[in-house]
């Protein structure tokens, strides 16, 4: 055992990946319960919400669970270059009986700025958060860490891994290209050389001295024996745990993934702003060939797809959906959270024991 995870006081190198909007209270808990790292997702919702589901979390489990903000630099508004996305976005409104929106707002605070946000975490501890899109200020930071919060923060190359270990964060989260729902990406209009799992957690793991937890396209237990084979100190899944009736995915997203659409997956900028990778749907094809140019700000942008998906939905259309899911989406079960991290745990002992026998 990972002395990382000797110090956290968890079982197993397993942790539920933070995902917004989907992931939830009783999941988290559950997958802690079931000796994992239960997390939820913070980013999209405000202060008080944050504290409610922190304190629905602790209702559950008396065991560690993760909270993840997103630390994306503010949207910038534009507003001609809104008004010509919801002009292209018009027939798609249109043939739901739907008009969009007359205008677009920022639907969420960046954790950069939010001090109501940092004053909850403050104040509650949770026993891990993490950081997505960045990492904060380095007073944000030394008050988190002060209140005895154990830091974790996503990478997609070997530079944002070694701003994270500089900046005091304890522990990396190496997003590979695979992974499921937005890329960790510091600046989404940069270059991106696109790594795997499997590149960057050596990356990581060889060239930074923080412990790395692989991530992306990881949906059972041989998968994470292959992070741990890798160096990492554990593997943070996704996609894998969408299916889970615990879940708030809805019923479109969930017949998507345990079907076949989910042999396809689309990395596209075009629902929120940032690129993220989603189930091939009705959005990811009106979004082919589209200059990134013409979409609006993260989330400015996501408050349109936002308001296509739910016009779409009351007229029985789900493919509009942020169906976020990484490229193993095929291998999703639909399984309680805990009796699937009790699968992933023999799976993966399964997995290591092989390994040491042959
Ligand atoms: C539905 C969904 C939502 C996600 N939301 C977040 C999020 O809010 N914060 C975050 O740090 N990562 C988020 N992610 C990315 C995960 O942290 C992780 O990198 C990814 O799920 C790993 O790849 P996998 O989906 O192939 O397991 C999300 C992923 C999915 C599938």
């Given at each position: 055992?990972?002395?990382?995870?000797?110090?956290?006081?968890?079982?197993?190198?397993?942790?539920?990946?933070?995902?917004?909007?989907?992931?939830?209270?009783?999941?988290?808990?559950?997958?802690?319960?079931?000796?994992?790292?239960?997390?939820?997702?913070?980013?999209?919702?405000?202060?008080?919400?944050?504290?409610?589901?922190?304190?629905?979390?602790?209702a559950?489990?008396?065991?560690?669970?993760?909270?993840?903000?997103?630390?994306?630099?503010?949207?910038v508004?534009?507003?001609?270059?809104?008004?010509?996305?919801?002009?292209?976005l018009?027939?798609?409104?249109?043939?739901?009986g739907?008009k969009?929106?007359a205008?677009?707002t920022e639907?969420?605070?960046?954790?950069l700025?939010?001090?109501?946000?940092?004053?909850?975490l403050?104040?509650?501890?949770?026993?891990?958060?993490?950081?997505?899109?960045?990492?904060?200020s380095?007073?944000?930071?030394?008050?988190?860490?002060?209140?005895?919060?154990?830091?974790?923060?996503?990478?997609?190359?070997?530079?944002?891994g070694?701003?994270?270990?500089?900046?005091?964060?304890?522990?990396?989260v190496?997003?590979?290209?695979?992974?499921?729902?937005?890329?960790?990406?510091?600046?989404?209009?940069?270059?991106d050389?696109?790594?795997?799992?499997?590149?960057?957690?050596?990356?990581?793991?060889?060239?930074?001295?923080?412990?790395?937890?692989?991530?992306?396209?990881i949906?059972?237990?041989?998968g994470?024996?292959?992070?741990?084979?890798?160096?990492?100190?554990?593997?943070?899944?996704?996609?894998?745990?969408?299916?889970?009736?615990?879940?708030?995915?809805?019923?479109?997203?969930r017949?998507?993934?345990?079907?076949?659409?989910?042999?396809?997956?689309?990395?596209?900028?075009?629902?929120?702003?940032r690129?993220?990778?989603?189930?091939?749907?009705?959005?990811?094809?009106?979004a082919?060939?589209?200059?990134?140019?013409?979409?609006?700000?993260?989330?400015?942008?996501?408050d349109?797809?936002?308001?296509?998906?739910?016009?779409?939905?009351?007229a029985?259309?789900?493919g509009?959906?942020?169906?976020?899911?990484?490229?193993?989406?095929?291998?999703?079960?639909?399984?309680?959270a805990?009796?699937?991290v009790?699968?992933?745990?023999?799976?993966?002992?399964?997995?290591?024991?092989?390994?040491?026998?042959r």
């Amino acid at each position: 055992m990972d002395p990382f995870l000797r110090k956290l006081g968890i079982e197993s190198p397993i942790i539920q990946a933070p995902m917004a909007g989907v992931s939830t209270p009783e999941m988290a808990a559950a997958v802690s319960n079931a000796g994992g790292v239960g997390s939820i997702g913070v980013g999209s919702v405000d202060a008080d919400a944050t504290r409610q589901m922190i304190a629905a979390v602790r209702a559950r489990t008396g065991r560690p669970f993760q909270v993840n903000v997103f630390c994306h630099k503010p949207a910038v508004a534009d507003a001609a270059r809104e008004a010509s996305w919801l002009a292209r976005l018009g027939p798609d409104f249109a043939r739901y009986g739907a008009k969009p929106p007359a205008r677009l707002t920022e639907i969420y605070q960046s954790f950069l700025t939010d001090d109501a946000k940092l004053a909850v975490l403050l104040a509650e501890r949770p026993p891990i958060v993490s950081f997505h899109f960045g990492v904060p200020s380095r007073d944000r930071i030394e008050a988190l860490r002060a209140a005895g919060i154990v830091l974790l923060a996503t990478a997609t190359n070997l530079e944002e891994g070694k701003v994270i270990a500089a900046a005091g964060i304890d522990a990396v989260v190496a997003q590979g290209y695979e992974a499921g729902g937005h890329r960790g990406v510091f600046d989404p209009d940069g270059a991106d050389d696109r790594l795997g799992t499997v590149a960057l957690t050596r990356l990581l793991v060889r060239k930074l001295d923080i412990p790395v937890i692989a991530a992306g396209g990881i949906m059972d237990g041989a998968g994470i024996a292959a992070s741990l084979a890798l160096g990492a100190a554990a593997a943070q899944l996704g996609t894998v745990f969408v299916a889970c009736p615990e879940s708030s995915a809805d019923a479109g997203y969930r017949a998507a993934l345990l079907g076949p659409p989910a042999e396809h997956t689309v990395m596209t900028a075009a629902i929120s702003g940032r690129p993220a990778r989603c189930l091939a749907n009705r959005f990811t094809a009106l979004a082919k060939g589209i200059e990134r140019e013409a979409i609006p700000n993260y989330p400015i942008a996501y408050d349109a797809a936002k308001e296509l998906h739910a016009a779409a939905k009351a007229a029985g259309e789900f493919g509009y959906g942020a169906q976020w899911a990484g490229q193993g989406a095929p291998l999703a079960r639909a399984l309680p959270a805990a009796e699937l991290v009790a699968r992933l745990r023999s799976e993966m002992e399964e997995a290591l024991s092989d390994r040491l026998t042959r």
